[in-house]
């Protein structure tokens, strides 16, 4: 009475897609078969197939992310280029002295003084700050950053008696500033 009945199982060739008995002659005679070795064959050149299309489309996704880089660089240093040519204009159409001439006496072009503790250059006749960094001007008649042309249409409509010596600030205000930053 020891001995009983015990079922054997089926087994799952995941290649062929076929159960067969779970036992070692069946296994090796599936496995030696014709139907099994073609689909071998086939999964493994399946297998190189995807490996190379893989790798091929890795190497055009690098090239074209190379190809991004290079062209956004580019852009980059033509955009750096025309901001210094504009700022360089723009200080020179003014006569803004640059940080290499400034005396902070206010004899260069006669207008424009460097104020020290600002480190903006700053026009008597019209209240204007000039940032030679960024290129723009700060008028308390708008209270704020803005182009050459805006700062001096701003200057131009206040009345000549109300134009005083130096603003009632020493620098633009912080929030100023902030916008400058965030241009």
Known sequence: ????????????????????????????????GQ?????VTKRL?????EKV????KNKETARVLTQIEEKASRSYQKDISTFQKARDSNASSLG??????????????????????????YNKSNCCYYDPNSGFYYTDALGKWVTQEEAFAAAAKLPSGSIQKKPMF?????????HLLLL
């Open 1 to 32: 009475m020891t001995e009983y009945w015990v079922s054997q199982g089926k087994k799952w060739c995941d290649l062929c897609k076929i159960f067969i008995s779970n036992n070692p002659s069946s296994i090796r005679n599936h496995e030696l």
């Open 35 to 39: 139907r099994h070795k073609e689909n």
């Open 45 to 49: 050149a399946n297998m190189r197939d």
């Open 53 to 56: 299309a893989k790798d091929k």
């Open 96 to 121: 803004a002295p640059t940080i290499s001439e400034g005396t902070g006496d206010g004899s260069t072009s006669g207008e424009w003084e460097h104020d020290t503790s600002s480190g903006y250059y």
């Open 170 to 178: 020493a620098s633009p205000s912080l929030t100023s500033k902030s």
